[in-house]
T-cell receptor, first 113, second 111 residues
Framework: DVKVTQSSRYLVKRTGEKVFLECVQD?????MFWYRQDPGLGLRLIYF???????EKGDIPEGYSVSREKKERFSLILESASTNQTSMYLC????????????FGSGTRLTVV | GENVEQHPSTLSVQEGDSAVIKCTYS??????FPWYKQELGKGPQLIID?????GEKKDQRIAVTLNKTAKHFSLHITETQPEDSAVYFC??????????FGAGTRLFVKA
């Protein structure tokens, strides 16, 4: 069963901490994405990557960075966590350029206190 | 900017009834329209998709329709069952890397 695995299901961090969210996919997909999910706002794209070491900003990149050192792994970094970054974070991967559906991970619910 | 509007935000139906969720997109270049189902505690899962050269697609109890002129697309679930209860997201893509998602519809199927 192919999957996207997010390392943590729940995280609680303090304001100002540096936070790492990890995502691994086993489908050899070229594209990986980080979304943020908030009630009433749907899914908003933070960053995506179409190849190793390549990254592009999404719609809400402020306060975030990403790293893709290996094809199967895509990390989201909160440089200095703030309370407005409390949210559900979803990682996804895909083979095509927006003409193939995404495979999502189960999500990481991050609370910043 | 590009936008996908999704209605209703909440839908409650009796088991066995049909459910319809509607979406409108703004970018006329959109050509791929996936639908995702998100169950409690899980990530969204692709359940059906439609491309711009097709007007309708069916897969067992679910179907999607697309009206490119009106920039509308809809998800139809027939003979609903309690396990259909979930949040459903529509999305639109122009074929690039950015897929725009609707805000979601929470579907309740009452037994």
């Amino acid at each position: 069963d192919v999957k996207v695995t997010q390392s943590s299901r729940y995280l609680v961090k303090r304001t100002g901490e540096k936070v790492f969210l990890e995502c691994v996919q086993d489908m050899d997909h070229e594209n990986m994405f980080w979304y943020r999910q908030d009630p009433g706002l749907g899914l908003r794209l933070i960053y995506f990557s179409y190849d190793v070491k390549m990254k592009e900003k999404g719609d809400i990149p402020e306060g975030y960075s990403v790293s893709r050192e290996k094809k199967e792994r895509f990390s989201l970094i909160l440089e200095s966590a703030s309370t407005n970054q409390t949210s559900m974070y979803l990682c996804a991967s895909s083979r095509g350029q927006g003409r193939d559906g995404y495979t999502f991970g189960s999500g990481t619910r991050l609370t910043v206190v | 900017g590009e936008n996908v509007e999704q209605h209703p935000s909440t839908l409650s139906v009796q088991e066995g009834d049909s459910a319809v969720i509607k979406c409108t997109y703004s970018d006329s270049a959109s050509n791929y329209f996936p639908w995702y189902k998100q169950e409690l505690g899980k990530g969204p899962q692709l359940i059906i998709d439609i491309r711009s050269n097709v007007g309708e697609k069916k897969d067992q109890r679910i179907a999607v329709t697309l009206n490119k002129t009106a920039k509308h697309f809809s998800l139809h679930i027939t003979e609903t069952q309690p396990e259909d209860s979930a949040v459903y997201f529509c999305a639109a893509s122009t074929g690039g890397f950015k897929t725009i998602f609707g805000a979601g519809t929470r579907l309740f199927v009452k037994a």
